[in-house]
């Protein structure tokens, strides 16, 4: 992805020191979900997948919140520097299907306040393109291009990632939310006496 087009001139600059520190934490935790949405996926994480990917996606979206509410990061370069090929997410995204299989598909909504209709979501879909555009603000981290990074990340967390994994953590809230909640009376009169009775 060699050029996303031009880019505003908007927002207040941060000095260096403060760009640097927001990229360096923003990586450090695109790391950490990479890490366990590729240790879900290799299938190491059974009874556990569902709370690490949910706490994975919440972790992230603190991140992308932070991005989304600093002013704009505007590079000294008009057109983004090539950063390689773009990452192949489908190893990932094929093995979180085959771990979530029975419960990716989910229902959604193209834009809560501009188009309310439905549309088919994947619960793996959306998890391996929030990885996708971590992975692309890493290449450029890595090779020591922060606001290069810290563009990325802030552009693609108000225009696709951002969106992707607020829809992955709703479902993964609501699956958990099914599993823990919807028990029949006998079962949850069980677990309330064990608890009430060591």
């Known amino acids: 992805m060699a050029e996303q087009g031009t880019r505003g001139t908007h927002g207040a600059p941060a000095g260096a020191g403060e760009w640097a520190e927001l990229a360096d934490a923003t990586a ?14 290799a299938g190491r994480m059974d009874e556990t997948a569902l709370s690490v990917l949910l706490l ?22 008009r057109f983004e520097p ?14 979180l299907a085959n771990v979530l299989d029975g419960v990716d598909d989910y ?11 439905l549309v088919r979501g994947a619960l793996s879909d959306d ?35 951002g969106l992707r994994a607020t829809a992955a953590l709703r479902v993964l809230q609501s699956l958990l939310g099914h599993l823990r909640l919807d028990v029949d009376a006998e079962t949850a009169s069980d677990a309330e006496f064990d608890a009430l009775h060591p």
């Open 127 to 161: 998890l391996a393109s929030v990885a996708a555009d971590l992975v692309h603000g890493l290449r450029h981290h890595e090779r020591g291009d922060v606001t290069e990074a810290l563009w990325w990340w802030q552009f693609s967390y108000l225009s696709t990632w």
């Open 28 to 41: 450090a935790e695109a790391r950490a979900y990479l890490d366990a949405v590729t240790e879900v996926a």
């Open 56 to 77: 994975a996606v919440s972790q992230a979206l603190v991140t992308g919140a932070r991005l989304g509410a600093v002013a704009d990061v505007v590079p000294a370069r």
């Open 82 to 95: 090539d950063a390689g090929p773009d990452p192949d997410v489908d190893p990932l995204r094929t093995g």
């Open 107 to 117: 229902a959604d909504v193209v834009d809560p306040l501009t188009n309310a209709k």
